[in-house]
């Protein structure tokens, strides 16, 4: 398995926010980082992201849908 990114990797990354997000930026972002998916809070940017893997956020999204 890949080595989990550095702090420097997430915070050099393209971040982004799903455009069902609340307009007053009550979400979390994600960047896409080798096999990786950073995650972090979009109302302190300043504070660290964490990295979990590409299979471990997919299994977190599919699980969200089934519950819908």
């Known amino acids: 398995m890949n080595e989990a990114p550095s702090d420097a990797q997430l915070a050099a990354a393209s971040w982004f926010k799903s455009s069902y997000s609340a307009a007053d930026n009550e ?4 960047a896409h980082i080798q096999s990786w998916v950073g995650v972090r809070d979009s109302k302190d ?8 893997t590409a299979a471990a956020f997919a ?10």
């Open 27 to 30: 979400c979390v972002e994600v």
């Open 45 to 52: 940017l300043h504070r660290d992201g964490m990295a979990i």
């Open 59 to 68: 299994a977190f999204v599919e699980s969200v849908k089934a519950a819908e």
